[in-house]
């Protein structure tokens, strides 16, 4: 899973058939804290996210399994919106 930033929608004439009802949005990767890790890429939305929010997704295979038609092209998908992330350390003595 990989976190990322929305920051717009692709918008389209024509998808695949298994993608019609879900929006195409444009994510900026970034790290668990919220800075940018690289360039836009392109996702299917899964869960209506909206623009601004922190959200997590899948990439290759994971994402296409997403989709009730697992038959289908995705190579990323939006499959959660980030609330909150908390990181915990390990306690001493802790195995």
């Given at each position: 899973m990989h976190f990322a930033r929305v920051i717009g929608t692709v918008v389209c004439t024509a998808k695949v058939s298994s993608w019609i009802g879900h929006?195409?949005?444009l994510l900026e990767p970034t790290d668990p804290e919220g800075k940018s890790t690289g360039g836009p890429l392109v996702a299917i939305d899964l869960v209506s996210s909206a623009e601004g929010q922190r959200v997590f997704y899948v990439r290759g295979?994971?994402?296409a399994n997403a989709l009730p038609d697992c038959d289908n092209p995705a190579d990323a998908a939006i499959v959660g919106i980030v609330d909150e992330v908390r990181?915990?350390?390990p306690t001493r003595g802790a195995r």
């Open positions: 929006r195409l949005r295979r994971e994402a990181r915990t350390l």
